[in-house]
C-alpha cells in the first residue's frame, strides 16, 4: 500500500525484454538505495517489486498485465520515473491510499494554468469513468491528486507541483475509497461497477461490505 507522495526520480538505464514482459533497471537516489529483493516500490504509481538491487540501481520485472494497464513499456533509458516506497504500519498517510493496482492508460486533453496552480483534463477508458469522482482521490502516474471535476469520460485535477508537465498519456489508479467530503459524496466499488452515495456526511466514510457504503456508522447507500 502506497500514500500517492512521490519520494523522488528513478532514472531508467536499461530496459531487457523478458519472457511476457521485461526488466527494468533503474537508477535512484539515496533515499531508495539498499532495500533488499522483495521489498515494494510504486513505480509511476504501479507496485513494483525489486528482484536485484545493485551500489544505486533497483531492478524490477513488469509482466504483461502491468505492460497493459501503464506505461512502464514505453520507458528508454534517460526515462524518469515517480517512485515510492511502500508504507509501513503506524506510517503517516499524507495522500490517500494507492493500493498500486493501476486501473489503465488515460490522456491529457487539455492544460489550463488558473488560479495559481495547473488544471489537467484527462480523458480514460470508458469503464474507468464511473469510479472517479468530484473531490474523490486519484493516482496520475503515481501521484496523490484530487479529482476537482468530471464530464463523462474525462476528469480534471490541479497541481501546484507540476507546471512544465507535458506528458500527452499517464496511469491512472482510482481512488479505491473517496472520503471525507465536506458534500457528502463518496465512491462505493463492487466488481468493475460503482455506486455513488450522496447522503449528507460529516463523519469520515468506509467500506462496509462489497454492496454498501457507510456515512458515520449508518448505511448510506447499496451497490445495485
Known sequence: MFSGIIEDLGRVVRVEPRAGGVRLVLQVPEALRGLDPGSSVAVNGACLTVVAAGADTLEFDAVGATLKRTLLGKASPGYRLNLERSLRVGMPVDGH????????????????PREG????????????????????????????????????????????????????????????????????????????GACVSAAPCLRPVSPLSAKSCICGGASAASCP
Open 97 to 112: 491510499l494507492v493500493t498500486g493496482h493501476v486501473d489503465g492508460v488515460g490522456t491529457v486533453r487539455t492544460r489550463r
Open 117 to 192: 496552480a495547473v488544471y489537467f483534463g484527462i480523458q480514460v477508458p470508458s469503464e474507468l469513468a464511473p469510479q472517479i469522482v468530484p473531490r474523490g482521490s486519484v493516482a496520475v502516474d503515481g501521484v496523490s491528486l484530487t479529482v476537482a471535476e468530471t464530464r463523462g469520460p474525462e476528469f480534471t485535477v490541479s497541481d501546484f507541483t507540476l507546471p512544465e508537465f507535458r506528458a500527452l498519456m499517464v496511469s491512472v489508479s482510482a481512488g479505491v475509497l473517496n472520503a471525507p467530503f465536506s458534500d457528502g459524496i463518496a465512491g462505493c466499488f463492487r466488481g468493475a
